[in-house]
C-alpha cells in the first residue's frame, strides 16, 4: 500500500489474469463466474495446474481490479443460479490486502466465493465471502500447510471444504480426517480425483459404497476446454 499525492491509500495486486467463465468446481459448478486469479503461492502441490500463477501477472491497482469485473459481470443479477465472484490464485490469502479486494468485491451486490488452500488465516475474510477450502492431503506433498483454527471461521451450510485425491491413501486419510472432526454435517465436503491420476470411477464407486456423505466432483471446465487451457 502507499498514499499518492492526495494522500489517498493506493492497494495494488499483481494480477495473473481476470476472466468470465462457468465455473468448474464446488456447489457452484455450471454458473457463470468472473474469476480474478492473484499472482503467487508459497505452496507446491505436486498436480498444481496453475504454475503460471506462481510469477506472472501484472500490478493493478484494486479500484480498477473492481471496475474490470464490473464491466465483465454487467448488471447485477439475482437468483441461485446468477453470475458470482471468484477470487483465487495461485493462493490468494498470501497475498497482502487480499481481505480488502474481497470486501470491495461484495461491494458489488453478488456473491462473492474464494478459493483458497487452508494454509493462511481466514479470519480476516469477511463471514459473507463463500469459502472453498482446500484440506491439502498427504499425497499433494503440502499437506503439513494447513491451519487448523481455519475451522473456526468457516461458516455452516455456507463454506466448502475440498478434497483432491492422488490415490487411495489420499482417499482413505480424508475419510478419517472428516469423520474424526465430523465436519460433513457442517459443510459441504467435495471429493474429487486429480485428473489422470485417479480414476473417477473408483473415487465415485468407494463414495457410494462407503456410503460417505460427500460430493463427487470433476472440473466441468477441463471437460470443456481441456486440461491445458488457461483462462476459463
Ligand atoms: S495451493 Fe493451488 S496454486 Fe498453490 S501449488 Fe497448490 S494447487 Fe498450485
Redesign the pocket.
Known sequence: MEDDRDGRSIVRFKVNEIFHSIQGEGTRAGRACVFVRLTG?P???VY?D?EY?FFDGSFMELEDIIADVQARLGPVRRGPDAPFVELT???PLAIPFASELLKAMLGLGCEVALET?GSHDLAPVPREVIKIVDRKTPGSG?GDRWLESNLDFMVPGQDELKFVLMDEGDYEWSKAWCAERGVWDRYTVLFSPVQGVLDPSWLAERIVADGLPVRFQMQLHKLIWGAERSGV
Open positions: 503461492c505452496l507446491r502441490c498444481c496453475t500463477a490464485g495461485g493462493e488452500a503440502e
